[in-house]
């Protein structure tokens, strides 16, 4: 592995205090690129994200996108995990700690409201990053595409409800806008370019030699993204570390402990491993877009509630790289499954 992407864990640490440091020392700079957005989707991160997608979406190969359906495995524990298990695991786990465990410490309704973050953070499986989660772990491009394009469509049927049910609240509105773009801009637009780049390449080794030369320029669009996302967020980390602390607590034992749940399934189901790793990390991860725009629309902008979605993406992407490095340690234990 290239020296640059083995101690990526060390350059992503680095790029979260550039960030917060240089959010704290130009941080009118940071708010005029933070109000560069539309419908809740900040558009230089999403800048970023596309050029860490696209090297993914030149590996599909439309043909063989077929062939998922001869092993639907993964398909299933990605669904079951993302709305049958992790909506209803993250709502408790909310309660308890904000209700019980620190219950002396936080205002009964400022709990309410983180709870309620939390909450919609677990009924918003991701839908961009989890490609480069997926490269990053060499999963298989075909299997991945559809597992978040199925998953994009039954979040549009059933966000919503099960948002309601476990809020307690009678109408959700879904920010049909924040949705449709964020797939429009992380899924449909790399997927036509990816399509058109490969159609350009013809041969399956220009393709291998042109992803390889583009992957320090993703590397490099995350390490931007997670200076972006700290910087913007650099004075609340700084104004309120208590309840950022308190309320990754809680996040972090909900993604590690989906991720071992999700991770044992795999290996019971003898799935392959790069469909494995690919079904556990979208399992894993959120569509924080989503999440924010609907705590921001219900609760409002300085709600705990808006709050609490916001730490959800500052813990997602060292967390996630956490989970990527046990995804590629661990490719024996699903060698001998199959």
Request: charged share 10%; with cysteine; net charge neutral.
């Amino acid at each position: 592995m290239p020296f640059f992407e083995r101690y990526l864990s060390v350059w992503v640490g680095l790029a979260i205090i550039t960030g917060v440091t240089l959010g704290l020392w130009l941080p009118g700079v940071f708010q005029a690129v933070a109000a560069f957005e539309y419908a809740h989707v900040n558009l230089a991160v999403a800048v970023f994200i596309w050029v860490m997608v696209y090297p993914m979406m030149i590996q599909i190969d439309f043909h063989a996108i077929k062939k998922v359906g001869n092993n639907p495995r993964g398909l299933l524990l990605t669904l079951v995990i993302n709305w049958l298990i992790k909506p209803f695991t993250m709502a408790a786990l909310g309660w308890l700690f904000f209700k019980v465990f620190f219950a002396g410490w936080v205002e009964p309704e400022t709990a309410t409201e983180y709870i309620a973050g939390m909450i919609l953070l677990g009924v918003a499986p991701c839908t961009a990053m989890v490609f480069v989660w997926s490269q990053l772990t060499k999963g298989d491009a075909n299997y991945t595409l559809v597992q978040v394009s199925v998953n994009d469509i039954i979040m549009v049927f059933a966000f919503a409800p099960i948002a309601a049910l476990l809020l307690g609240v009678s109408d959700i509105t879904v920010p049909w806008d924040t949705l449709m773009l964020s797939v429009v801009l992380y899924v449909v637009l790399p997927l036509v370019a990816g399509f058109m780049t490969r159609q350009l390449l013809g041969s399956e080794e220009r393709v291998a030699g042109f992803v390889h030369h583009l992957k320090p320029v993703s590397v490099m669009g995350l390490l931007a993204t997670v200076v972006l996302l700290f910087g913007f967020q650099a004075e609340t980390i700084i104004a309120k570390p208590m309840a950022i602390v308190l309320i990754a607590i809680p996040l972090l034992i909900q993604t590690y402990g989906i991720f071992a749940i999700a991770y044992w399934a795999a290996r019971q189901l003898r799935l392959k491993h790069n469909v494995a790793g690919p079904a556990c990390l979208i399992g894993t991860s959120n569509f924080f877009e989503l999440a924010v725009a609907v705590a921001i629309s219900l609760f409002g902008l300085n709600s705990g509630a808006a709050l609490a979605t916001v730490v959800g993406v500052l813990v997602e992407v060292p967390v996630m790289l956490s989970l990527v490095a046990i995804v590629n340690r661990t490719p024996q234990w699903f060698e001998e499954s199959n």
